[in-house]
């Protein structure tokens, strides 16, 4: 079953007791047992929801893994693969990596004595060297966010085998329509399903997906046992939007090229990330691992002032200025301040994420209002 049909119909059967095509939302707490134990296969709805078991079993399909287990963002699934960790543990992971995944590695579990190591992963072996005994898991965000740069996920999941290490691979910024990290030998692939997976800026949602019963088992424990589930609600709003992911990002990576390839001219603007562009230094890299370039953006300005950029951050008519990504429509943020204010300044400094920079999300409008939209914000300043 290709792509497309599996978005539409992986998991997905028509309502038994009405017949209904969409899958209903089972909005309840608990459910009715004929004697102790005997029930339907539901007993106490943060344990399990039909709603949400026929979008776990959708989810699981789209990135060709065996089971999904899905939380209440993509921040309380990262907390789950978190806790398969102990005290005296140790992560590896990029130096380019989403605020809110440092925070939760740094400032959460650094004090229960689980230690963060960050490094270079564009380069395997800088991986290689860092693992030590005490390394229970590498942590991959390809695309990073929000410099754009590449991680071989193969190589790496190569290195950790040798070594006995588990890897998770966030796969937010590429979708299972792109990238699918469990066929390259990733453990676990995690989603903020808030993003492109739901599509529409309107429900908060995270994922895991493993291929591994015992890890699955695992996850399914942990939802239960800390709680944070998604709703009813919630699991059809990410069903609903799943059935036009290939479309929608079809769409935006087509976009995003353009706008790319825009900003790469014109001339107020010093750098564009984008791993579509063959001087990209991960660009064959991602060309092997994923079905297209993405549709995300990050440049900076010559202007490398934060006056500048704020003009064009809120100058935009058609990209909004708001954090998240992978919707319809077109944002525009500012790391620095927004997605990435967790992380120290100097170590914002050392991957290139200056204070001027700005990253795009990139919808499914008309591809040449974005790119007139841009034109007129980076001609508000000198």
């Not at 939380?71 to 005296?88: E, I, N, Q, R």
């Not at 739901?198 to 895991?208: E, N």
Request: aromatic letters at 6%; hydrophobic letters at 40%.
């Amino acid at each position: 079953m290709k792509f497309g049909t599996k978005a539409i119909h992986a998991g997905i059967e028509p309502d038994p007791s009405t017949g209904a095509i969409m899958t209903p939302i089972f909005q309840t707490s608990t459910y009715v047992q004929s004697a102790p134990g005997n029930h339907h296969g539901f007993e106490y709805a943060r344990t399990q929801n039909p709603t949400r078991s026929v979008l776990e079993k959708n989810l699981a399909a789209l990135e060709n893994g065996l089971d999904a287990i899905c939380f209440a963002s993509g921040l309380a699934a990262m907390d789950a693969v978190m806790k398969t960790l102990a005290p005296g543990d140790e992560i590896i992971s990029t130096n380019d990596l989403y605020g809110g995944s440092y925070r939760q590695m740094v400032r959460v579990y650094g004090k229960f004595g689980i230690q963060a190591k960050f490094v270079d992963m564009t380069k395997p072996v800088n991986v290689k060297k860092a693992i030590s005994k005490k390394t229970k898991l590498i942590w991959i965000e390809t695309p990073t966010n929000p410099m754009l740069n590449i991680v071989d996920i193969a190589a790496i999941c190569d290195i950790a085998k040798e070594k006995g290490v588990m890897t998770c691979v966030d796969n937010t910024f590429a979708s299972p329509y792109l990238q699918n990290p469990l066929d390259m030998g990733a453990d676990i692939v995690l989603h903020s399903a808030t993003k492109y997976i739901g599509g529409h800026s309107d429900v908060i949602h995270g994922c895991v997906v493993v291929k591994d019963q015992a890890l699955a088992d695992q996850f399914h424990f942990l939802q239960n046992a800390t709680g944070a589930v998604p709703g009813p609600q919630d699991c059809f709003l990410i069903l609903r939007g799943i059935k036009t992911l290939h479309l929608r990002v079809e769409r935006a990576c087509s976009n995003a090229a353009k706008v790319a390839q825009f900003l790469l001219s014109h001339p107020k603007v010093s750098s564009v990330n984008y791993p579509g562009f063959r001087t990209h230094p991960g660009h064959k890299v991602a060309k092997k691992q994923m079905r297209d370039f993405g549709a995300m953006v990050s440049f900076d300005l010559h202007a490398n002032n934060m006056e500048a950029a704020t003009k064009v951050l809120s100058g935009t008519k058609l990209f909004s200025l708001a954090e998240s990504l992978g919707g319809v429509e077109s944002l525009i943020g500012h790391p620095a301040s927004m997605t990435h204010a967790s992380i120290p300044k100097e170590e914002r400094m050392k991957v290139g994420l200056t204070d001027s920079l700005i990253r795009l999300s990139i919808g499914i409008e008309d591809v040449e209002d974005l790119i007139a939209d841009l034109d007129q914000a980076l001609a508000l300043f000198p």
